[in-house]
């Protein structure tokens, strides 16, 4: 990855970071080569401050640290694109973007498998999805199983709104079962992509 620092008078490059699970812009910083090589080493997205005159890593006063997931240079290797995961808000106003926006994805699915993620860790003894967790992977599949079943029942009759309700019942399952063998939603449409790319062929 080349990056032009030279482009800028100050040597300092834009840096726009990403939420890498909601594609949410959530700030902007400066970056210069040692705070791009200190990012890398550690994991965390670091910054150069104008302000304090040095290097500064995102969150090492509140612990809300920006875990590196991927960083990219525009076409004129002068912009850097860094997609991170946010432990806590980003703003210093205890916002979750410098925005003052909620840190939401725009699909409703993808906010349902964070939710999900969440309630398998920390839903306690009265969550649905926290208690299916603690039983383990045969009883996911085995509700998966069942309601597809139901689904299929459903559809022969001409009950829309029971179609419709097992259906949902059904994905959030699915959901489930994703989470629990470790994947997202995204990582079934990335198969899916790949063999529209194939035939498209």
């Known amino acids: 990855m080349e990056?032009?620092?030279a482009k800028y008078p100050?040597?300092?490059v834009p840096a726009i970071v990403q939420d890498v699970k909601t594609s949410k812009v959530l700030m902007l910083g400066f970056m210069n080569a040692e705070a791009v090589a200190r990012t890398k080493e550690l994991g965390k997205v670091t910054f150069f401050s104008r302000t304090k005159n040095r290097l500064w890593t995102k969150g090492e006063q509140s612990e809300n640290y920006l875990l590196l997931k991927d960083m990219k240079v525009d076409c004129d290797n002068d912009t850097l694109l860094i997609k991170a995961e946010p432990l806590?808000?980003?703003c210093h106003t205890g916002a979750d973007t410098c925005w003052d926006e909620?840190?939401?994805c725009g699909s409703f699915l993808v906010q349902l498998?964070?939710?999900i993620e969440q309630r398998k860790t920390s839903g306690g003894e009265q969550s649905y999805v926290n208690s299916l967790f603690?039983?383990?992977i045969n009883k996911i599949a085995q509700k998966v199983g069942e309601e597809a079943v139901?689904?299929?029942i459903e559809a022969k009759d001409n009950d829309e709104q029971l179609f419709l309700n097992e259906s949902a019942d059904l994905l959030f399952h699915y959901l489930i079962l994703l989470n629990a063998?470790?994947?997202r939603l995204e990582d079934v449409l990335k198969v899916l992509r790949h063999r529209h790319d194939q035939a498209a062929k």
Request: hydrophobic share 25%.
């Open 150 to 152: 139901e689904v299929v």
């Open 113 to 115: 498998e964070n939710i």
């Open 10 to 12: 100050d040597g300092l």
């Open 3 to 5: 990056i032009n620092y």
């Open 88 to 90: 806590g808000p980003v």
């Open 181 to 183: 063998k470790g994947y």
């Open 134 to 136: 603690k039983k383990g």
């Open 102 to 104: 909620k840190n939401e």
